[in-house]
């Protein structure tokens, strides 16, 4: 992914490819003329560089040989109806940064999309966990909580309208930050306490915004306010205790954590998918409550398809196929060798560990 400054373009250039924020809407397209009006707009915007790709990165192409047809066929649409979703996400956010605008149409087709196309397929969506940018992370990241969120709504039997309902609350549920500063969303390490005390607004803001701005119903403006509460009442903004959240802002708080642990950030690796499950499992008690979290844990598989893993045997492998009631004894094809080692049958060999 390329950066360009503002500084590198001449004015009355013509612009030849995209160019996207930091949260990856496009700010100038192609083929526009690049005048001195412009220039003045965007700096005044503290707009000082761009980035010329927003390759969502399918890992299918990768991994093309280790699978049947319809399992590629399944993860490249997957794969499709994420990106389109980042697209119309993104843009309808910028939108209303500026504009004050929201077309909750958009919105809530982008949610029905989402929840339709996951059910009957949560193996291919969990792999597409391979998308994982570390530029662009606000809009990915509301996107992901709403893939977790309907696999999590999925293995509770939540109805259609339900798992719909909670997939637009995890889209909307960090609207509130669309108020934070650039400065301190892709800030490249830790916030200052003031940094910090300012971006826990973010769920108030969030709440007035859905509730009183956008006309959304309780729940969703509660989803906003509520998802960094935690059990042990020392989350934010209330200290609120655990019961008396709404269902869908307990599920999104695991959601939400689940994702920011597992995805890559500027200053830091994200953790691989068994090691965020792990790591869920380990604030059972003081953030998060035991039987939500493990149902979520349940939900998502710990070496999800594509998943690259080192055996006891010594071989390394591609996860090919996942036991649904056994996810953690996945059928596994060799990389070196042409074979497949099934984990359901083989119980003497298991999973040592998962490859990068
Ligand atoms: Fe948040």
Same mark, same amino acid.
């Given at each position: ?35 001195? %009006? ?30 049947? !047809? ?188 689940? !994702? ?44 999800? %398809? ?27 094809? %060799? ?11 083989? %119980? ?9």
């Amino acid at each position: 992914m390329e950066k360009i400054y503002l500084s590198e373009l001449k004015s009355n250039e013509t612009i030849s490819r995209d160019l996207y924020n930091t949260h990856g809407a496009i700010l100038v397209h192609k083929g526009t003329k690049m005048t001195d %009006l412009l220039k003045h707009k965007l700096l005044k915007n503290d707009v000082q560089f761009f980035f010329s790709t927003r390759k969502l990165t399918p890992i299918t192409a990768e991994y093309a040989k280790f699978f049947d !047809d319809t399992t590629i066929r399944k993860a490249e649409k997957a794969n499709k109806v994420y990106q389109e979703s980042f697209d119309e996400l993104a843009n309808q956010f910028e939108f209303f940064k500026d504009n004050y605008h929201l077309n909750k149409k958009v919105i809530t087709d982008i949610a029905t999309q989402l929840a339709d196309s996951i059910s009957g397929s949560d193996q291919v969506f969990v792999g597409i966990q391979g998308i994982k940018e570390k530029d662009f992370y606000t809009y990915t990241h509301s996107l992901n909580v709403a893939v977790f969120s309907i696999i999590f709504a999925n293995s509770m039997s939540l109805s259609t309208a339900e798992t719909r309902e909670i997939a637009l609350a995890a889209l909307l549920h960090d609207i509130g930050k669309i108020q934070m500063p650039d400065s301190i969303l892709t800030k490249p390490f830790k916030l200052t306490v003031s940094e910090m005390n300012q971006m826990k607004n973010h769920p108030k803001i969030g709440y007035d915004i859905l509730k009183n701005e956008l006309s959304y119903s309780e729940e969703i403006a509660l989803a906003a306010l509520q998802h960094h509460e935690k059990v042990n009442k020392k989350g934010y903004p209330y200290g609120l205790s655990w019961d008396s959240l709404h269902p869908y802002s307990r599920m999104l708080a695991i959601c939400d954590i689940y !994702d920011a642990v597992t995805t890559n950030r500027v200053y830091r690796e994200g953790m691989l998918p068994h090691q965020g499950i792990n790591f869920l499992m380990s604030i059972v008690g003081s953030e998060l409550d035991f039987s939500l979290t493990t149902q979520f844990v349940r939900s998502i598989a710990p070496y999800p %398809l594509f998943t690259k893993v080192l055996l006891n045997t010594g071989e390394e492998g591609v996860v090919i196929r996942l036991h649904g009631n056994y996810p953690h004894r996945p059928v596994v094809r %060799l990389i070196h060798h042409n074979l497949v080692r099934d984990l359901m049958s083989e %119980l003497t060999v298991f999973v040592s560990e998962v490859l990068k």
